[in-house]
């Protein structure tokens, strides 16, 4: 039973153009999401999060929203960059659940200049 | 700041050997370390969670006796693959976090590649 779900596997966006990757889940019981970064033969980089009691956190170029009605989450990111050119991992976590982690299969993102 | 190492980052061992994996929290005190899997191509499997001075936690079909954890200090926590044999062989990472008044990421590691012979 996947809890998270990226349905998308991979994304290609032009440089400078806004990426949307898109998650969703199915526990109701989440209530803290987050979004990683990862690089092959890398361990994931964290990069933003947002607690249930929020529909919108921003840092920088990253932007996430969540919509608890429709138990869905997206990561913007404005502008893209080839840097950012990576695997986007949604997680989400239950602290009924000891704050594990539950992760998505991930989206591969590829920023083309 | 929050850099967790992880250690090696790739071992290459004869099948029956025991692996042992370092996961070090190097500006934080991680009260909780949790310790993951991934597979080609797939998503990261919680394998087990580790809380500093206590038992580790075990996921629903990890056999506890052949991943060990130990969690012995708020900045140390090591996994060791007894007897590895080929079917082991996978990318190992770990992650850290502190709990507080409000929830924490969890920071990752580099990860392990192991390949067993």
């Known amino acids: 039973d996947q809890q998270v779900k990226q349905n998308s596997p991979s994304l290609s966006v032009q440089e400078g153009r806004i990426s949307i990757l898109n998650c969703d889940y199915t526990?109701?019981?989440?209530?803290?999401f987050l979004w990683y970064k990862k690089y092959p033969a890398e361990g994931p980089t964290f990069l933003i999060s947002?607690?249930?009691?929020?529909d919108k956190n921003e840092d920088g170029r990253f932007t996430v929203f969540l919509n608890k009605s429709a138990k869905h989450l997206s990561l913007h990111i404005v502008p893209s960059q080839p840097g950012d050119s990576a695997v986007y991992f949604c997680?989400?976590?239950?602290?009924?659940?000891?704050?594990?982690?539950?992760f998505g299969a991930g989206t591969i993102l590829r920023v083309k200049s | 700041g929050a850099v967790v190492s992880q250690h090696p980052s790739w071992v290459i061992c004869k099948s029956g050997t025991s692996v042992k994996i370092e996961c070090r929290s190097l500006?934080?005190?991680?009260?909780?370390m949790f310790w993951y899997r991934q597979f080609p191509k797939q998503s990261l499997m919680l394998m087990a969670t580790?809380?500093?001075?206590?038992?580790?936690?075990?996921e629903q079909g990890v056999e506890k006796d052949k991943f060990l954890i130990n969690h012995a200090s708020l900045t140390l926590s090591t996994l060791t693959v007894t007897s590895a044999h080929p079917e082991d062989s996978s990318f190992y990472i770990c992650?850290?976090?502190?709990?507080?008044?409000?929830?924490?990421?969890?920071?990752f590691g580099d990860g392990t590649r192991l390949s067993i012979l």
């Open positions: 992650s850290a976090t502190w709990t507080g008044g409000r929830r924490q990421p969890q920071h």
């Open positions: 526990n109701s019981m989440f209530d803290y």
């Open positions: 947002i607690s249930s009691i929020k």
């Open positions: 997680a989400a976590s239950a602290g009924e659940y000891g704050n594990k982690l539950v």
């Open positions: 500006d934080f005190q991680a009260t909780t």
């Open positions: 580790s809380n500093e001075g206590s038992k580790a936690t075990y």
